[in-house]
């Protein structure tokens, strides 16, 4: 039955192969992959597979609508000359290399990214074209990584999903990927962005932390003034897809020859594709280390290495099938007999009855991959193992590792680590192998692919639908023309009050306190806004008195407020209103920052009459905020039956008094003037939301830059701010 809600399911090919060898179009449904795990979705859900076709010509009519009727599938049409760029690559030559950890292979060519570009524009166009009002839309995998952000602009409220099958590197990896940031921002189009494991999710939440200074939280991002949830989410199988496979008379014919063919041996099994990431040299040097150092195995024990050929275009795939074809020679040729063959390399796809009996028949799946973000030949070998009567070796660095700890977990690269753990399994008692496969194949029904669908569809919505709540839609773009006629068209007798914060918001942050000096630029606006005797300016900043008096205070009729309004002078005044700075609790905190600034490189401690700041803006990003999360968790503990808090700000730590805070100034300037017609507050950080949570209702709160907030309105930079405030004093 189909779901409520229609699918639309975009990944970069099509699940249907086209051949035309013969002068005639044959449409084929591809198996294993992506079109395996998602196949039984779609047809749940109803809707299509948008994707590229592989075709380089225009597909004739008859063949569109057959496969749009027959397979749900609607081709995207990419032009010849950045088909395969778009394909080959910049996806497969620069991001897949890179997001594997291979950094010596990866490969970047300009031509190549505008391919890659151009491709996922004509994607969007194809799925806008699609598109009907509540439909869902789920873009899989690196190749389309900049789609979500096109979809955004064009759809701006259609539900969006994004899945990335393969790992996320680390920060300092993924650094070094040439348009990185575009990536980033591509992805933050989504509503919902999912992984495989936790491990990549924290790799993408320190990525847009370094490169883009974008914060999150483990299970959502905050940027452009969404809220992005963040999931990890392990794939599945279909599990009956395969044991019914079992079932067939073609596989239990498969399965009676291949017994016969190797009886008296133990079937070691790994399945790949012929990939530089799947370690298939690596495993072959581990089988040969095992029949050296465990001569008694020869005759007894024989490796059948299915390498399924892949991007045979590329060079590096070329070198590969020549290493793996030597090494395979090598070990038949050096310990091979008249009557045994000890590597049976079959190098071609299998159709999914001939690998449902492999997988039946094989006394050890061993896969060990360098590094994959998931690999279901691990949960497809134990979906086939009913009597329990089989052993699963894998590789540490695969996703599937995370959740399937009682398989003999390797060490690929470790050669004699590898070897022993196939003699230990070959050698496994029964008991032991029917404990460990029932956990794991307990666990691979349960957790299969409609699970997993049902959570991304589940979580998609929830997504989604909290977008379009009030209270999770955050600001929207400032009203430019509004603002000034409101501006203009406060009553005569009355003033018009603005608030204005510092850094971030009047000047752009500095990543020292000392550099952020106003330009004339500022300091002109600020004093043509206060030499308007209906308007009442004030700078509301969490700067020290000393740092606005000597960059701000001669600037006649201008209000400030510094430490985050702990003290204020009123405009033409230069007596203090406010607290008394209390100076003895610094004496305890003051060593606590300093054994921070001891620890990171780049950090440092500001001093201000009501507060302590631990800065780390010139810090490794990383490190930094892992440090600040630490140090504002152990301060909490220290200060909690003190008047003092720690906060997080834009890169600091700040130890303050909590009645220091931006809001407490509000009540203070409305008793002072009650005839205030017009009030606006402009601010940029955490500090500012109790300003904005402070005003009127009927108040205009501009919040500048991303994130979320309870400003009702937004500028993206102070560039903007300077820009506006023009307007006002023009």
Not at 310 to 321: A, F, G, K
């Amino acid at each position: 039955m189909a779901d409520s809600k229609r699918l639309l399911v975009v990944s970069n090919r099509l699940p249907v192969s086209l051949s035309h060898a013969t002068g005639e179009w044959i449409t084929t449904r591809s198996a294993g992959g992506l079109a395996t795990a998602m196949d039984p979705i779609l047809k749940r859900t109803g809707g299509a597979w948008i994707g590229w076709s592989g075709a380089r010509e225009q597909l004739p009519a008859d063949i569109l609508s057959k496969l749009r009727e027959e397979q749900s599938a609607i081709p995207v049409r990419l032009a010849p000359e950045h088909g395969l760029r778009f394909y080959e690559g910049y996806a497969n030559q620069a991001v897949w290399p890179l997001f594997h950890s291979f950094i010596s292979r990866a490969k970047f060519v300009p031509e190549n990214w505008s391919s890659y570009h151009d491709g996922n524009e004509r994607f969007c166009d194809a799925i806008v074209e699609q598109y009907r009002e509540g439909d869902r839309i789920w873009v899989h995998d690196y190749h389309l990584m900049l789609l979500p952000r096109m979809l955004r602009r064009r759809l701006p409220d259609a539900a969006i999903g994004f899945f990335l099958h393969i790992p996320f590197p680390s920060s300092d990896i993924f650094a070094v990927l040439p348009r990185g940031e575009m990536l980033l921002r591509g992805l933050l189009g989504a509503d919902l962005v999912a992984f495989h494991t936790h491990s990549y999710l924290q790799h993408f939440r320190r990525s847009l932390r370094r490169l883009l200074g974008v914060e999150s939280t483990l299970d959502c991002v905050e940027a452009a003034g969404r809220r992005i949830r963040i999931e990890a989410l392990p794939i599945g199988i279909a599990p009956e897809s395969l044991t019914s496979l079992l079932e067939t008379a073609e596989s239990k014919s498969h399965v009676d020859e291949l017994r016969r063919r190797y009886e008296g041996s133990q079937i070691l099994l790994a399945i790949d594709r012929l990939d530089y990431t799947k370690g298939l040299p690596e495993r072959l040097r581990a089988f040969e280390r095992l029949l050296r150092t465990h001569p008694e195995l020869e005759g007894k024990v024989v490796l059948i290495q299915v390498a399924v050929p892949s991007r045979e275009n590329i060079e590096s795939y070329q070198e590969l099938r020549a290493e793996v074809h030597e090494l395979v020679s090598h070990i038949n040729g050096k310990h091979g007999t008249a009557g045994w063959v000890p590597v049976n390399y079959i190098h071609r796809s299998l159709p999914p009855d001939e690998v449902a009996a492999l997988y039946r028949i094989a006394d050890v799946a061993w896969v060990a991959p360098l590094r994959d973000g998931m690999n279901l030949v691990a949960k497809e070998y134990v979906a086939c193992k009913e009597d329990g009567n089989g052993v699963l070796i894998l590789s540490t660095f695969t996703g599937a590792a995370a959740e399937m700890g009682e398989a003999l977990l390797v060490n690929p690269m470790d050669e004699e680590d590898s070897a022993e753990a196939v003699f230990r399994a070959i050698n496994m008692d029964a008991a032991e192998k029917r404990d460990r496969m029932g956990a794991l194949r307990e666990r691979v029904l349960r957790n299969d692919v409609y699970a997993w669908g049902d959570q991304f569809l589940s979580r998609l919505d929830e997504a989604s639908a909290a977008r379009t709540l009030p209270e999770s839609t955050g600001a929207i773009p400032m009203p430019a023309a509004e603002f000034e006629q409101a501006f203009r068209t406060a009553p005569e007798r009355k003033c018009r009050l603005l608030l204005l914060d510092y850094d971030g918001t009047l000047v752009p942050i500095a990543d020292r306190p000392p550099d952020a000096v106003p330009g004339a630029n500022i300091i002109e606006l600020l004093t043509r806004l206060a030499a308007d005797p209906r308007n009442r300016v004030f700078v509301i900043s969490g700067r020290k008195s000393e740092d606005l008096e000597r960059w701000l205070g001669n600037v006649p009729h201008l209000g400030l407020a510094p430490e985050h309004s702990a003290r204020w002078r009123f405009p033409g005044s230069h007596e203090w209103h406010g607290h008394t700075a209390p100076h003895e609790w610094k004496q305890t905190v003051r060593p606590i920052l300093q054994h921070y600034v001891d620890r990171t490189p780049g950090s440092f401690i500001e001093e201000k009459g009501f507060a302590l700041v631990w800065h780390y803006r010139t810090a490794d990003p990383e490190f930094g905020e892992w440090l600040a999360t630490e140090l504002v968790s152990m301060l909490e503990g220290m200060l909690a039956d003190t008047e003092l808090r720690a906060y997080r700000g834009k890169k600091i730590v700040e130890v303050k008094p909590p009645w220091a805070n931006k809001g407490a100034i509000v009540p203070e300037l409305l008793a002072a003037y009650p005839d205030t017609g017009f009030l606006c507050a402009m601010g940029d950080d955490r500090t500012d939301e109790d300003l904005f949570a402070a005003l009127p209702k009927d108040a205009w709160s501009i919040f500048v830059g991303d994130g979320v907030t309870k400003a009702k309105y937004r500028l993206a930079r102070p560039a903007d701010v300077s820009r506006v405030l023009q307007r006002l004093v023009d």
